[in-house]
């Protein structure tokens, strides 16, 4: 059974349409890769379902029950956490109080705690009285995921999180993410890395344009060099 459904939804930014249709789903511990260029529509499919840029039409479906539409914080306390890509914490606040304000903004039950978060991310403890705006790309990406897992989420968004990241704090990224996933947590990546993408993700959509072009097993287009040179030529068109 699907924990997400999203059935046709079309989105703008003002005057100008972005998504044209989009559907996809996603079941309980998945990790499900939305795939392509980007200005093809993966952020803007992530901030719909979070209700940062909510739909003109379509519906979004988290647990049999319509999301479309509802503010951001309710989205979150419905079990769906989001790491954007622009990572937005408070940089004046420790790494510590970060984790701690976000465990308090959530008000959800479960098992992660700054401790459980600093498991995940060793590097962090030692960081931990640092201010956020003096960590670098990957630490603050680390925090970031981190600060949004303290919300406990049953499914968590994670927006280009290899972007911008030395090769060797990609890979540690990648070994925390696959980690995430072994441990049964549901997500929905959107990503250009395609190495990236296809070593975490079951299932694939690859985006272009503001419509699914291709969906199916990532297995697929790990053992079709062909197909994935076509999908994304036609990505970038």
Known sequence: MSLLEVHDIHAAYGSSRVLFGISLDVAEGECVCLLGRN????????????????????????????????APHRVARAGIGFVPEDR??????????????????????????????FKLFPKLVELSGRQGGYLSG???????????????????????????????????MLEQISRLKREGLTILLAEQGVDFSLALADRVYVLEKGTVRFSGPAARLREDTKL???????SSA
């Not at 803007?44 to 509802?70: E, F, N, Y």
């Not at 937005?88 to 705690?113: C, H, K, Q, Y």
């Not at 994935?228 to 036609?234: F, M, V």
């Open 39 to 70: 200005g093809m529509g993966k952020t803007t499919t992530m901030r719909a379902i979070m209700g940062l840029t909510p739909p003109s039409s379509g519906r979004i479906v988290w647990k049999g029950k319509d999301i479309a539409g509802q």
């Open 88 to 117: 937005r914490i408070f940089a004046e606040l420790s790494v510590r109080e970060n984790l701690d304000v976000a465990g308090r903004a959530a008000a959800r039950p479960g098992r992660w705690t700054i401790d459980e978060v």
């Open 138 to 172: 990957g630490e603050q990406q680390m925090l970031t995921i981190g600060r949004t897992l303290m919300g406990n989420p049953e499914l968590l968004l994670l927006d280009e999180p290899s972007e911008g990241l030395a090769p060797l704090v990609v890979e540690n």
């Open 228 to 234: 994935r040179d076509e999908l994304l030529a036609l």
